[in-house]
Structures are given as structure tokens and as C-alpha cells.
């Protein structure tokens, strides 16, 4: 009887922590509370207008001969949209390509964390790309692809200078280059 009781006893228990557990997994897998999104995505916003995402690109298969590329991208304005888009008003610095455009792109979250995302997104003067874009504290990291090529991505998020966008700006129709705002 004695026996009984006790796996009954240890039943109940296990049965409660699963329960608890199921739970717990349940609720962390929710969305944040609206006021929770609303302020995340604040700081997102605050977080990448009027800075610049400086780091490196690789293309699969040729690291070794290529070694690192460098990239840059000047954001002068980061702003919600409607749903899950965002308007970048950024300039686009890579390998001989220098662009200045506003892009809708659009940003989904895995919790807090936001990830840019870019499905077969045509950019006038530079492609078309797919590319998850993952941006955590001051850095970023992902992957991107365009046709036959990818690779990867990742850098650090520095705010910009107030001098450095007005050379941006002076220096475009300096050098050529294309605004298409």
C-alpha cells in the first residue's frame, strides 16, 4: 500500500512539473505584449537611424583567394511602416558599388531579437538578393544570396558621425553616384 501511495504521490509530481514545463515553453514561445513590441521596436528604430552597419562580406567557396570584403551601409532614417515593414533610407557602400535609395524591407522578430529580411529584393544598380540580416545590441550578423552566389555577413552597428552625413550627401554628386530617392 505503502508503494502505491508513494508512485501515486511521485505520478502527481511528475505529471504537475510537465505540466509547468508545457506551460512555461508555451508561454515563452508568445509574441511580446504589445506595449513590449512597440517599445522593442523603438529601439530598433533609435537604434539604426543615423548610424552605420560597418563590417564584411564573404562569398561561399572563395574565402581563401578573396579573404574578407568590406561593407557599408549609412542609415540616415529607420521608420515603421505598416506590419512588418520598415522604410531604410540608406546608402549602400560595397565592393565598387556605392548606391543611395529608400528600401521597404521587411523585419521580423524571434523574441526581442529583430531580423531583417530580404526575399529576391531588387536593388536598381546592384542586384537582386535574399539575405537574413540578424541585429543584436551594436552588432549584425546573416546570410545572403544573389543568383549563383552568397555568403555571409556580419559587423558592428556605429552611430554616425553628424559630419559624416553631410560629406555623404556633398560627396554623392561628387563622385557620381545615383541617388534614386
Known amino acids: 500500500m505503502k508503494i502505491a501511495c508513494m508512485l501515486n504521490a511521485v505520478g502527481v509530481a511528475v505529471l504537475s512539473l510537465s505540466m509547468l514545463s508545457a506551460a512555461g515553453a508555451q508561454q515563452a514561445q508568445q509574441p511580446p505584449a504589445s506595449d513590449e513590441q512597440q517599445a522593442l521596436e523603438t529601439k530598433f528604430a533609435e537604434t539604426l537611424s543615423g548610424s552605420t552597419m560597418v563590417g564584411h562580406f564573404t562569398v561561399t567557396g572563395r574565402e581563401q583567394q578573396n579573404g574578407l570584403k568590406e561593407e557599408k551601409y549609412t542609415l540616415r532614417q529607420v521608420s515603421k511602416l505598416e506590419g512588418d515593414n520598415w522604410l531604410f533610407q540608406v546608402r549602400i557602400q560595397y565592393g565598387e558599388r556605392d ?17 531583417i529580411t530580404v526575399d529576391n529584393l531588387a536593388i536598381p544598380g546592384g542586384g537582386t538578393y535574399t539575405a537574413r540580416v540578424l541585429i543584436f545590441g551594436d552588432k549584425y550578423a546573416g546570410t545572403w544570396s544573389g543568383g549563383d552566389h552568397g555568403g555571409h555577413l556580419f559587423g558592428r552597428i556605429e552611430k554616425t558621425p553628424p559630419e559624416d552625413e553631410s560629406d555623404e550627401t556633398d560627396n554623392d554628386e561628387a563622385d557620381g553616384v545615383t541617388d534614386a530617392q
Open 99 to 115: 548606391l543611395t535609395l529608400p528600401l521597404t524591407l521587411p523585419v521580423k522578430w524571434a523574441g526581442n531579437t529583430p531580423i
